[in-house]
């Protein structure tokens, strides 16, 4: 996380440029050659495949990351919020919110002591201007009520006493965005910030966006929001000339429209390039057949002319093919696409008519013994093939419930029944699937580690094992890199390989899309729709709930406690 600590918009029209961008990890590069500009009132919108660079440009954006090559001018204030979060052990939410507040605070005591000193016959009211000018910009006198306020809408924890460390993950992330979106700054960068909000949130999020008097750069696969708040967008994915593409129109669908029509003509321009180099390869080759035989005529007859003639033909067609090729356009292999497998609904012998799973009035316990969920009298179960939307605002309950449901989660009071032999696989709602032992593993090694956990459970038919290849989430060199090395998109990949490695049954999936790109949140919401596996999905993502608005719902803020 990083912030400029004096605000200075009022002291003229602030823009951020990067000129000539290029990063790499260790024996890894991300960005090369990324020009960008963010002028005062416009919203940009950065998008991309998992590992495309997206987060590492937010990072040397806010001067988190130092780039290899080329330089980041940025001119006013700056609120950075990344994906990740890590707190300093004893910090709570009140040392947050005062951080927040204290360059406020400060603006006004010296537009204060500057009053109270303030000669009228021989002050400077060009100083004295800039500083009210600067409290004005910064709402000062509202400042304390603004991230009450923003605490508040995002559903985040509001007693200042709590440790952000003893937080979840989603409540460190609102305390931290509630905060950065009180301070009012010059430059706003997001990185997932829908991630962890619920539908309040969001709309509130998007208020505050659409509201934003200086620039907002915001890293999102959250297509309404993209749809609702951006002005423009920037797609890390190459374009035909190999560079990051700047799209102007606002709006995904837009962006989505401009982006299919350059992809349509880049192929159309490969396509017809390879056939005509097909064409010149048989004309060639056929030239230097002629060549080897001399094309000799019947003896007597003009010996060495058609001999000649064969190698005027080759030295031609070697001039076509080297200018085909010296103006070839060198297109890159397209990211890898879902190839989500033929799963099961049933194994053999089971009752088609009886569910899959069934749980009755789940009561789940937290570690310290506080209530996490209580559901009395209520009776949830699946059957084969069968479908479930979980939707409710963060705090009812929709993780426990799916983690009870899937078994990983014990009842303090109710029941849960399962088939046996029922394969369940899980997506969490953040990667917590693999082992810590596991981190420094490659993909590939650390997924064969957890086929063989299973195996030795026996919760894998090895007749039924997914490979991960064929799933189209990693390619081969991200499968070959540990898995600390690999972004937090391309984790998320991999868990969602780690759910369907054993071809399961059901499906427990919570807030699937969080970190995944556009293309893939599309592709899986496609195969959810056609799988014969039964699945169950909590999420916020709005367009996720439209495109399965005709499964049973099941929301949590209407249930009886």
């Given amino acids: 996380m990083a912030r400029s600590r004096l605000p200075s918009a009022y002291a003229g029209a602030v823009h951020l440029v990067a000129s000539g961008i290029s990063f790499a990890y260790p024996g890894r590069p991300v960005l090369d050659g990324v020009d960008l500009r963010v002028s005062d009132g416009v919203r940009l919108g950065v998008v991309g495949e998992n590992g495309s660079g997206k987060s590492t440009l937010l990072r040397v954006l806010a001067g988190e990351l130092k780039p290899k090559a080329g330089e980041v001018r940025r001119r006013g204030s700056l609120a950075y919020v990344p994906q990740e979060l890590t707190e300093t052990a004893g910090r709570t939410v009140g040392d947050l919110v005062a ?71 989603g409540q460190r992330y609102r305390v931290r965005l509630a905060c950065r979106l009180a301070e009012r700054a010059d430059l706003l960068l997001l990185d997932e910030p829908t991630n962890h909000l619920d539908d309040s949130g969001v709309a509130y999020l998007t208020e505050s966006i659409q509201s934003w008097r200086g620039a907002v750069v915001v890293v999102t696969h959250d297509r309404e929001l993209l749809d609702d708040v951006v002005t423009a967008m920037f797609d890390l994915d190459p374009a035909m000339d190999g560079r990051p593409a700047l799209y102007g129109q606002p709006g995904y669908h837009e962006y989505r429209f401009a982006k299919a029509q350059m992809l349509a003509r880049w192929h159309q321009r490969f396509r017809a390039e390879q056939k005509r180099a097909a064409e010149l390869a048989h004309r060639l080759d056929r030239s230097y057949e002629g060549l080897s035989d001399e094309w000799r005529p019947p003896k007597g007859s003009q010996k060495h002319r058609r001999g000649t003639r064969a190698r005027i033909h080759v030295k031609a067609a070697d001039r076509l093919v080297e200018k085909l090729e010296a103006e070839a356009v060198d297109v890159p292999p397209p990211p890898p696409a879902l190839a989500f497998p033929d799963l099961p609904a049933l194994s053999a012998g089971w009752d088609p008519g009886d569910p ?73 709602q953040e990667s917590d699937a693999v082992a810590p032992e596991d981190a420094r593993r490659s993909a590939f090694d650390a997924y064969a580690a957890h086929a063989l956990a299973l195996l030795s459970r026996g919760e894998l038919d090895p007749d039924h094992l997914v490979p991960v290849a064929a799933l189209g989430l990693l390619s081969e060199e991200e499968l070959e890199r540990p898995l600390v090395e690999l972004s937090v998109g391309q984790k998320r990949r991999f868990d969602l390989a780690l759910a369907l490695l054993h071809a399961p049954h059901l499906l427990v999936l919570d807030e699937p899309t969080n970190h995944l790109s556009v293309d893939v949140m599309d592709a899986l919401t496609t195969a959810l729709l056609r799988t014969s596996a039964a699945v169950v999905v909590a999420t916020h993502d709005r367009r996720m709930r439209t495109d399965l608005a005709d499964w049973p719902v099941l929301d949590l803020a209407t249930v009886p406690a």
């Fill in 99 to 169: 951080e927040t507040l204290a360059d406020v605070r400060a603006l006004a005591a010296r537009l204060e002591e500057a009053a109270a000193a303030f000669d009228h016959e021989t002050g400077d009211l060009r100083q004295l201007g800039g500083l009210l000018a600067g409290v004005e910009h910064l709402a000062a006198w509202d400042a304390d009520r603004r991230v009450d306020v923003a605490l508040t809408r995002l559903g985040a924890v509001r007693d200042h006493d709590r440790r952000l460390d003893t937080l979840s993950v």
């Fill in 356 to 428: 899959l799973v069934e749980v009755r009035s789940p009561h789940v316990l937290a570690p310290d013994g506080a209530t996490r969920l209580d559901l009395p009298g209520t009776r949830l179960a699946v059957p084969p093939s069968g479908r479930l939307l979980v939707t409710g605002p963060n705090g009812t309950g929709k993780s426990t419930l799916l983690a009870a449901f899937a078994g990983t989660l014990p009842l303090a009071r109710g029941t849960r029944t399962a088939r046996d032999g029922l394969r369940v696989g899980v997506v969490g």
